[in-house]
């Protein structure tokens, strides 16, 4: 067994996942230096859904209370079809009762914030505007850790894999609304989706989904989703395309044969970015920083590297395959999408959490 506070680890990316590892494995003891080549931690993104798992990451590191406190609890809702007609009611559970938490719904800035505050307390180094020469820092560090998203340089450059990058088929843009705009669901058309949910200080977070081979504008948008239900109308409206997010939606498939390669390990998108129609990106990343901890904590390098790519590797694939799948059954088109709206209809209500 390996004392952490002996360990030096790199971490490369100072997202969810990368500052979680320096949060976790700074408060071990261990040296943590975290390298970020913005020359600012930004948020990418508007609203996220915590799971209760990745809550109690967030415990862990001494942030889960503060962000508790401001979250909204996913309300229950609706699956609805591009015209307002019902297909599926989407109900919370009692887990509340049981003394636990269900979904939290909370913008990605405040977790960064408060991530970035709790690596530095933890005694992490970070360093902005740097990008170190990676295969530099495997011969300098006892790990370094990817966590510098889907486009990877430390997959790259130490994997040697040729690149698992795939095009999702589709564009999504988010944006937030400083009123509170209802009913809170999600919206199903053809080839085309729109989602409504709350986020702190009563504001809304919204997104879209569309199957289109071109960057779409926010006019685009306002005809593309002319005659939805409200509040689709009003969050269009007041959107503006300087302040909405757009990107086309990527995802890594398959995964890499392995999330460990020598003394280097990838956490969150770098091993397995998917498309956010399961909400689980940011909650898997969560997991992946306290699982590689724990396994740094309690093992030798090389026996904690491999136990973690074991643990994570199977159940994160299985993620971004039902990702790619719920993708491909919301953005349905034609008669696949008329029967799925019927056999929605027929399902009774799910929970979800």
């Known amino acids: 067994m390996t004392d952490p506070r002996q360990l030096r680890i790199a971490v490369v990316g100072a997202g969810i996942g990368g500052l979680s590892v320096a949060a976790l494995f700074g408060g071990t003891g261990g040296h943590v230096d975290v390298f970020e080549r913005w020359p600012r931690i930004k948020a990418v993104g508007t609203g996220i859904g915590l799971w209760p798992n990745a809550v109690r990451v967030l415990d862990r590191i001494g942030v889960g209370g503060p962000l508790r406190a401001v979250a909204v609890p996913q309300p229950g809702g609706a699956l609805r079809s591009a015209d307002g007609r ?12 049981g003394g636990g938490t269900g979904v939290l719904l909370i913008s990605r800035e405040r977790i960064l914030n408060a991530l970035v505050d709790a690596a530095r307390t933890a005694g992490a180094n970070l360093y902005l505007d740097a990008a170190p020469d ?45 009123r509170t705009l209802t009913p809170y669901g999600e919206f199903w058309g053809a080839r085309q989706l729109f989602g409504v949910t709350p986020i702190e200080n009563g504001a809304t977070n919204w997104y879209a989904a569309m199957r ?28 503006t395309d300087e302040a909405v997010l757009r990107h086309e939606v ?8 392995s999330f460990v390669h020598g003394n280097a390990v990838l956490v969150g998108d770098a091993a397995h970015a998917m498309p956010p129609n399961l909400g689980q990106g940011g909650a898997q990343a969560l997991l992946d920083a306290a699982c590689l901890v724990d396994e740094l904590v309690g093992r030798s390098v090389p026996d904690a590297l491999a136990e973690y790519d074991r643990r994570r ?9 039902g990702s790619i799948a719920m993708a ?23 929970r979800v959490a």
Do not use: C
């Open 313 to 321: 590797r199977r159940t994160t694939r299985r993620y971004v395959a």
């Open 134 to 178: 990676v295969g530099r820092l495997a011969d300098t560090y006892d790990v370094v850790v990817g966590a510098d998203g889907i486009s990877s340089t430390v997959r790259t450059e130490l994997f040697g894999a040729r690149d698992p990058r795939r095009r999702s088929g589709f564009w999504a843009v988010r944006g937030t609304d400083e």
């Open 212 to 239: 289109t081979d071109r960057r779409p504008t926010v006019g685009d948008l306002r005809d593309w989703y002319a005659g939805w239900p409200d509040p689709v109308g009003a969050l269009l409206k007041s959107a």
């Open 328 to 350: 491909n059954v919301a953005l349905a088109g034609g008669r696949a999408a008329r029967v799925r709206d019927r056999v929605l209809h027929m399902l009774p209500a799910p």
């Open 86 to 97: 019902d297909l599926l009611t989407l109900r919370t559970t009692a887990m509340e009762r």
């Open 250 to 257: 990527q995802h890594l498939w398959p995964v890499p044969k």
